[in-house]
């Protein structure tokens, strides 16, 4: 099933009805809404919708409609008979997924779009909050559809109380509120408290008499409500809300035609060489949820009959680069960050604490699993938090071997590494394209070459770079990717002797040379900017472990206590997790792969689950005791404003305990199952396996057989990789992946959304967050395997 | 009058009821809970407070709590005759301010608190937002008392979602609900769904039956009620509710007693020597609203007779490392934070566009009035939109002068000049304390010595450092602050000739010896982390007026066509605003006191209001066109994950519009009054001044005098820098200000409240936000003055 579309179309105006309670005139405002609609712009169709009607069929409210708002098409699309809350109602009845009641929205507000323009109201059912069939409250339910909001107030005793708290649960979903309705009432009068309140919100609040008390002769009553109607619908107060909800209605898609155009003249854009895009290439988003952004539909993707519609869904291929774990418009994180805003704002944090920031160094200390790991500091960005690391690396190898601070010391890395785009974190990589240009950069360091894993036609197989060949051999083909992660059989048969023989003989040339170095620093199993490369964890774990124990090699102190095995011994190994931890690649860390504990350890992007900057680099106690001495000087003199701000925390620590419970409850079992990760794994199909994607293995497998257009492919968590074969070279600077990428842009025209991912010269990549589902998964596969089909022929 | 306190004690169980909707039985709840409380700790004192009292008095909450509730003291601190919003009933009665009603309560408390152990149970007035007797709602009011709260559900049809929106008001506020409340209902049982929607919150929902049906025969009514309450009171349900606020009450007050021992052994502190840190010297810091932590009271501090109160009011005196704004705990920046993580959460910046990003973008170049500035690039922080700003200017530099990336390319700056902690941003400031041990610091440009400006002895001061006196000459003495940056009657007189021969002379020598220098960047008006010095504009107007006439000068381009006043000339101009500007001196830039306009100007701190991190770097388009070209590679290399969060941006859109609007209504009149700000200004006392601060002349006048002690000190905008005379030298090392920080630490023993502050060496500072009330800096000023008064006694 497509995913679900957000409604918006140019000529039909969509807003929903919602109330601050039950029983506020939800009905009574709407009837006024469609007919005042229907008699102002009379050529035009005017349609009430109840996705959910509860009680008896001939009280319902589209009843309601026909009767009081002849003229007006009504609709209700499903219905209980029950007069309770719809989730109570439809208990023992069949209820269909909330994604199926979205879609027959869609579905039904499509159809009347092709009619022609016209008004569409939405009515709610109870109040914000009441649950809809399923059990998902409404505000929850329906904030994919990106509706706009009719809000009608509570003019009883509480109301306002009632009106405030509805409008706020609204806001926090992103809801736009665009005018709220009240029944006038002398007694409490909470029409003029609510006006003063809201319009420092810039939202009108427009009042309606009552409707007459009840009459007991139905016809009469029938009658009065009828005139009640009438005046109502005539009045100026109703054709003054639908001029506003007019205006707001044409407003909003006039400002999402013009923003990219706007952007293109006052937007730096990152990463992005102005020149060789315009304005029509900027994505305008609108909205987002889960792993979908809602899109502005290009104008040159109009097409006759469809043209009309505004906004679709395109699904996040680069988690929004890299950061989202647990979906967009998450309701726990927005709480999480709200109710920290709420508590403390940001407050400062040298010499304070506060419990945010004391519980995520908790968490994140004992998820962790290194022995070695006590401390954790925090900054802003994986960038800076690589930054922080170097500097205490770099303290603590400098006064163990007594060099100064002026001596050249490097760092040993991996080519394509790559840290963040603050000078030092540059300088930590080898010169690129992404660097030979900034005139401060100084790559200061040396970078091994390394072994790197794809599958290719079915196989995995660990591909020797040319320049290595000589030193560490040939290619080697395993069955399954859990055969060539399998470290401890690996070295069993020693396959790792050559891997450190040749890091030895390496490092070994450098230190002659005189070089110094002050740390090793890598990204364990994934290089993610540098190319989306797979590497050999075998070599990594050779890496760090011939440079523990080279400490004769690095300089002249005499090596250290070795009692405490938590001490860094040789050089300090900084594991660089920013892109990789956090259940990226389906664990708490990505260095668990490589069986090496770090010294010093970085995370970022899914700490947060995709909300907001933080960073968090964790160290060891022999570490942290490099910066300890009397003076205050010799303190670890870094700090941001915002360091370890609260909301960060309050997000991250609900970010990462939500991922652990989610790994702990399985809720990842259905892409552990060998079904459908296949060959990533050698376990037997019984076993949920430790090597494991949410990408299914036959589209791997297809993909690693189209061998004329595709290199070789990987998946791990939620990554996916396809390295195209690149006729101009590899690298960054090459759009071998382009064509792949334009057809994703493109995508379903039928069913109208998309795949928004990112390049990296010749390499796709496509990644879901940890909150992916099987469904969406195989969806976006489908439309893989299609686009790369149609290249195939194309080309 | 002291700030408000927030209720926390350690004997003093405190809790505050608040209901879901107005009639939800607050009252019948709150009476069992009180009648348990009496029985189960009978050898205690239970309270009830209803702070707020509509209604005739004789059915009063209070009186219903003295006829079922024997034995429980209860107490109105306010009552209004009519039964309507408290806000309605005192129409046209005396009010009195939130902060009165609020001391009332906590002095109410504090004196229960010193009769010994027992509960103290607060019910507020119908619904969450329901408007206390200022208008202001009850959730906003009462944050600030930190009370946990127990939210009576409500069990009607609709009652889910009001139960649902009421907690979610509560929580954006920062309250911890602790326990929620609700009657047994068969009908609609939402009790069922409330107990399973919020073990998701880890909140226990208890219910209790329903009282009997009202009878008519008052006598007999009473007997009902009368049972009914004991047998609620004698339930295992009203034991198990109370037992439970117990233990959260005991677990609370243990974890903020730990919580400093555990940040000592698991968080390492930015700038901080660990080595000379104590686990008490850590501030724990519970809460925090407005310009006041809420922290706790350290032990050493803990005093006869009030040694049980757990928490106190810290002025945060470095408005929390610069960052704070519109006050902590802001409902309408947390609105808009919460809005945008429902709206989009994060979504990927680079090639799209949403309206936050837009909208601030647009609301900046607008805002800040300097033609040259039409692009905005947003990154993280003030330092790495420093690095982004100097990555910029020495591009556009470096092409224009046809020099290589390899080349030494510096900047040009001010000694003491501080613009962040990255390398990148430290390589910008001349070798200090702050960097000289830091092993990839390497200083890359040269920093010109600068006269700046004191308060001594009544008059304003432009000091000229010895090393300059020379050529500048000597000091001069100014009647008003206003005098000193009225640049253009200055100029008039020629005052900036010398100041331009100079710097002309240092130039000219730097490059006769092979310099080449990319851009001029420097703080406007005030050099910060550096030491608070107030700078003389004039000499910051003839830096910028020199580097621009001087292309021939930096290198051998022919000169740019200079129709186009908007094109930078010379080198680029860089303002590091990123702690001057936005309204921290009293204006939108800093750099309007230079009246000059630069290429690239940074922004952060302020511009998010001090709720999250985010920085805008805006450039102009002779920057901007110098990236364009058609190699992707030279496109400005720089990209955060969370580059233009929309949390971030909204925030910031919000805050900065809040500003704006404050401006506009004159909101900081009082401050500006020449009666407060005094001879910052020239002007006559019945202008508005254009240079004032909300720190009082009369509190600078006296400082200014006691000379012992103080050399100078200065006030602008909110900023207050007190200059102490330093036997051990001035600079970052001193512990000069140590003492004057200890004693506004001890702060006011009486009220018990102090103030939170940071000092630069021998400089302490206190800054308020954009918010601080004239009263509160009035206390704090008395505080000031009291604080060097015994100093200057003691020493």
Not at 468 to 480: E, I, K, N, W
Request: proline share 4%; aromatic share 10%; glycine share 8%.
């Amino acid at each position: 099933m497509a995913p679900v579309h957000p409604l918006l179309w140019r000529s039909l105006r969509v807003f929903q009805v919602y109330g601050a309670n039950t029983d506020v005139g939800k009905t009574v405002f709407t009837t006024i809404l469609c007919r005042a609609a229907n008699s102002i712009w009379g050529k035009e169709q005017t349609t009430f919708l109840k996705p959910v009607s509860t009680g008896p069929e001939d009280e319902a409210d589209d009843r309601h409609i026909q009767k009081y708002a002849p003229g007006v098409d009504r609709s209700t699309l499903l219905q209980y008979d029950l007069a309770i809350s719809p989730h109570a109602a439809a208990k023992g009845k069949s209820v269909p997924p909330d994604k199926e009641l979205l879609s027959k929205i869609y579905r039904f507000a499509s159809r009347r779009a092709t009619h022609g323009p016209g008004w569409l109201f939405i009515e709610t059912a109870g109040g914000v909050h009441s649950p809809g069939p399923s059990g998902t409250t409404q505000a929850d339910l329906y904030t994919v559809l990106r509706c706009p909001v009719v809000l009608i107030a509570d003019s009883k005793l509480g109301g306002i109380s009632l009106t405030i708290s509805a409008f706020e649960s609204l806001k926090l979903r992103g809801y736009d509120v665009e005018a709220i309705l009240v029944f006038q009432d002398s007694e409490y009068d909470n029409e003029r408290y609510l006006r003063d309140y809201f319009t420092t919100h810039g939202i009108p609040v427009v009042s309606l008499p009552k409707p007459p008390s009840r009459v007991h002769d139905g016809n009469i009553d029938a009658k009065v409500m009828l005139q009640y109607y009438k005046e109502g619908g005539e009045s100026a107060a109703a054709r003054e809300i639908l001029d506003h909800l007019d205006r707001r209605h044409q407003a909003r898609i006039e400002r999402l035609e013009a923003m990219s155009g706007e952007a293109y003249k006052r937007i730096w854009y990152p990463f992005t060489q102005h020149k060789l895009i315009s304005s029509d290439s900027i994505v305008v988003i609108d909205g987002a949820r889960g792993d979908f952004f809602q899109t502005l539909v290009p104008s040159t993707k109009e097409e006759a009959g469809r043209s009309d519609l505004v906004l679709q869904p395109s699904f996040d291929g680069s988690a929004s680069w890299w950061t989202q774990g647990l979906g967009h418009g998450n309701p726990s994180l927005t709480m999480a960050a709200a109710y920290a805003a709420g508590r403390y704002g940001h407050v400062m944090f040298a010499g304070a604490v506060h419990e945010p920031a004391l519980a995520l160094a908790e968490t994140l200390l004992s998820g962790i699993k290194n022995p070695r790991l006590t401390r954790v500091f925090f900054s802003d960005n994986g960038s800076t938090g690589v930054e922080v690391a170097v500097k205490m690396a770099l303290r603590a190898a400098r006064l163990r071997y007594g060099w100064t601070a002026s001596e050249d010391i490097g760092i040993i890395g991996l080519k394509g590494g790559y840290h963040g785009d603050t000078i030092g974190a540059m300088d930590c990589a080898e010169p690129s394209t992404y660097n030979e240009n900034i005139e401060w950069y100084d790559g200061k360091g040396i970078w091994f070459d390394y072994p790197t894993i794809k599958c290719i036609d079915g196989q995995w197989v660990i591909e020797v770079p040319d320049t290595l060949r000589v030193d560490l051999g040939h290619d080697q083909a395993f069955p399954s990717l859990s055969d060539v992660f399998d470290i401890d059989s690996r070295e069993s048969r020693h396959e790792h002797k050559i891997y450190e023989e040749y890091i030895e003989k390496v490092l070994s040339h450098h230190v002659r040379n005189d070089r110094k170095f002050g740390a090793l620093l890598m990204e364990p199993v994934v290089i993610g900017a540098g190319g989306m490369q797979l590497v050999d964890p075998l070599y990594q774990r050779a890496l760090v472990n011939v440079v523990r124990r080279s400490a004769n090699l690095f300089g002249s102190s005499s090596e250290v206590n070795s009692s405490d095995p938590t001490c860094w011994t040789g050089l300090p190994v900084i594991f660089d997790e920013v892109f990789t931890g956090l259940y990226r690649l389906g664990r708490f860390t990505a260095s668990s792969f490589l069986k090496s504990d770090a010294d010093v350890s970085v995370h970022a992007k899914l700490l947060t689950g995709g909300l907001v900057p933080l960073s968090t680099t964790l160290a060891s106690d022999s570490i942290f005791q490099a910066f300890e001495s009397d003076d205050k000087a010799d303190a670890l003199l870094h700090g941001h404003s915002y360091t370890a701000h609260p909301i960060g925390c309050q997000v991250a620590l609900e970010s990462v305990r939500q991922m652990q419970r989610m790994e702990k409850q399985d809720e990842w079992g259905w892409a552990k199952d060998s079904e459908w990760s296949g060959c990533l794994s050698n376990q037997s199909s019984a076993t949920k396996l430790e090597v494991w994607s949410i990408w299914p293995w036959n589209l791997l497998d297809w993909i690693s057989n189209q061998t004329e257009l595709v290199a070789g492919t990987w998946a791990l968590g939620s990554v996916l990789a396809i390295h195209m074969n690149a006729a101009d070279g590899l690298g960054y600077k090459s759009n071998a992946a382009l064509k792949l990428q334009r057809a994703l842009l493109d995508g379903d025209k039928e069913a109208m959304w998309n795949v928004h991912s990112r390049v990296l010269g010749n390499v796709l990549y496509i990644m879901g967050s940890q909150k992916s589902t099987k469904d969406d998964i195989a969806e976006i596969s489908n439309m893989i395997h299609h686009a790369l089909t149609t290249q195939d022929r194309a080309s």
